[in-house]
């Protein structure tokens, strides 16, 4: 089956979903009104039981209704809440040499613990042309950007023509910038791998320096097809990196999280973040505390390749963008000398002075 088959075929409404699992369909239908549903049948089918790490990444419940602790926007994302108001609507420029821009708000399947879960999938607030025209001419007068994110959603969404017409656009306005790269984040290599087709990977490669970053959250999500999908980018040159979402009862666990950063090593993607949750209305049923996070990261590090070992970062909420967080490695700092501690606790002492002092 072709990827838009696959993606025709996604369970969205409350009555097959709910009969599907078993569950209650008006219960179903109210937290869908609020946070649409879509499961595509490739992903479903990796479900292997109710419950299981794939079900409650895709499954609504009405947890996501009842918990209400959190903002809608807790990074301050959307523009009417930042500081510039000039910036337009599909821009998030935060970092100064960088910007995030939203081309899509669909994806291949809607997870449940989205942090833009306020507006993904709605069809009232789906990125029109003259808004990406808005983000073209910011992007072209400010000559300081030199990274453009492609987001969303899901920007790989859009159908092969708009897709290039947005990169070649981009492209066309950061290429004689200095050390300019074009940035895609996106989770289709892992929810919808079928649609990296080989006239995709053609498209693409027509705009390096392209890096891309995906989303994959549990091992059971890599299969011969996220294999073969992140195969064929890796092939178009494209540099493969990978951000996942610490998320309670699906990854919180140093064993799962180890296999997954060696299993996406093996399928040719380097681990990029880890991001502790954030405090996002309907999903802190997800949420761990940040302990858990440092607690993995040092069971990864040392442990297991460094190429194996993502930075661990906090979004700030308010906007204060991607704070790194690490264990206790520097124990002690004096004039000339700091004590530190390696991955097994053991301490060393190294000579803290310069040929200059
Ligand atoms: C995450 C993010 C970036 C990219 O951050 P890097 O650390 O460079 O990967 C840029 N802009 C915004 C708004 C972001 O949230
Ligand atoms: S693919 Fe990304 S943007 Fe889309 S629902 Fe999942 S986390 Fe949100």
């Keep these: 089956m072709d990827w838009k088959q696959i993606f025709k075929t996604s369970l969205t409404q409350a009555e097959v979903i709910a009969e599907r699992f078993n569950l209650d369909a008006n219960l179903i239908r109210t937290v869908i009104e609020r946070y649409p549903a879509r499961i595509n049948s490739y992903y479903l089918s990796l479900i292997k039981e109710k419950d299981d790490p794939i079900y409650r990444q895709c499954i609504p419940t009405i947890t996501e209704l009842e918990d209400d602790f959190g903002e809608d926007d807790p990074l301050l994302e959307d523009s009417a809440q930042r500081a510039h108001p000039n910036v337009p609507d599909l821009i998030t420029h935060r970092y100064p040499d960088r910007v995030l821009f939203r081309i899509s708000n669909r ?12 507006k993904v999938g709605d069809p009232l607030k789906r990125p029109t042309w003259p808004a990406i025209e808005q983000a073209f001419t910011y992007i072209e007068n400010n000559k300081i950007i030199r990274d453009v994110i492609l987001s969303g959603g899901d920007p790989l969404m859009l159908d092969d023509t708009d897709l290039e017409r947005i990169l070649h656009r981009v ?7 200095p050390r300019s790269i074009i940035r895609i984040g996106s989770r289709i290599p892992c929810v919808l791998p079928q649609r990296i087709t080989p006239k995709l990977c053609t498209i693409l490669q027509r705009y390096h320096p392209l890096y891309l970053n995906t989303h994959f959250n549990h091992p059971t999500e890599i299969t011969p097809e996220s294999k073969h999908a992140c195969e064929l980018l890796a092939n178009a040159g494209i540099p493969l990196g990978n951000q996942t979402v610490l998320l309670k009862n699906i990854n ?23 991001y502790q949750a954030d405090p996002v209305k309907g999903t802190n049923h997800f949420r761990t505390k940040v302990s858990r996070g440092i607690e993995i990261y040092k069971n990864l590090r040392g442990y297991t390749s460094g190429l194996a070992v993502p ?6 909420p308010g906007g204060g963008g991607k704070i790194p967080l690490l264990p206790e490695y520097l124990k002690e700092k004096s004039p000339g000398k700091i004590v530190l501690k390696n991955y097994e606790d053991k301490e060393f002492i190294y000579p803290d002075t310069a040929m200059d002092d």
């Design 171 to 177: 492209h066309k306005i950061i290429c004689n910038r």
């Design 107 to 118: 994806c291949a399947m809607y997870c449940r613990f989205c942090t833009r879960k306020r």
């Design 252 to 274: 919180d666990n140093s064993t799962v999280m180890k296999e997954l950063m060696q299993e996406l090593l093996s399928i040719r993607v380097r681990p990029y973040y880890i």
């Design 311 to 316: 930075t661990f970062v906090i979004d700030a």
